[in-house]
């Protein structure tokens, strides 16, 4: 089993910036892509950004330029930096990872959610 923890969510202003994690711990060989999604109320879940085992990045046309996404392979974690906030990233982010585990069996996983909130 895998556990992913979330951390980083909050209240900001417009403007503002806010830094996500996401931390991966139990059965793991690797780690292949992770990536950060999205759901607003109301509104389907998105992918906001997701990144390779590589490192190579992939955005939503509306974070690009203002969030950035990494990883610590060592830590098996991964970061969502946002800058710039806008009143409509206002939403519950969620972390998606998929791992290989000790049996070489490949699950993705979801962490439980963090809030953000963009006030005006």
């Known amino acids: 089993q895998v556990q992913l923890v979330e951390s980083g969510g909050g209240l900001v202003q417009v403007g503002g910036s806010l830094r996500l994690s996401c931390a991966a711990s139990?059965?793991?060989?690797?780690?292949?892509?992770m990536g950060w999604y999205r759901q607003a109320p109301g509104k389907q879940r998105e992918l906001v950004a997701g990144?390779?085992?590589?490192?190579?990045?992939d955005y939503a046309d509306s974070v690009k330029g203002r969030f950035t996404i990494s990883r610590d392979n060592a830590q098996n974690t991964m970061y969502l930096e946002m800058n710039s906030l806008k009143s409509e990233d206002t939403a519950v982010y969620y972390c998606?990872?998929?791992?290989?585990?000790?049996?070489?069996?490949?699950?993705?996983?979801w962490g439980q959610g963090t809030q953000v909130t963009v006030s005006s």
């Open positions: 998606n990872v998929e791992v290989m585990n000790w049996s070489r069996y490949r699950i993705t996983y």
């Open positions: 139990g059965s793991i060989f690797s780690i292949n892509s």
């Open positions: 990144i390779t085992s590589g490192g190579s990045t």
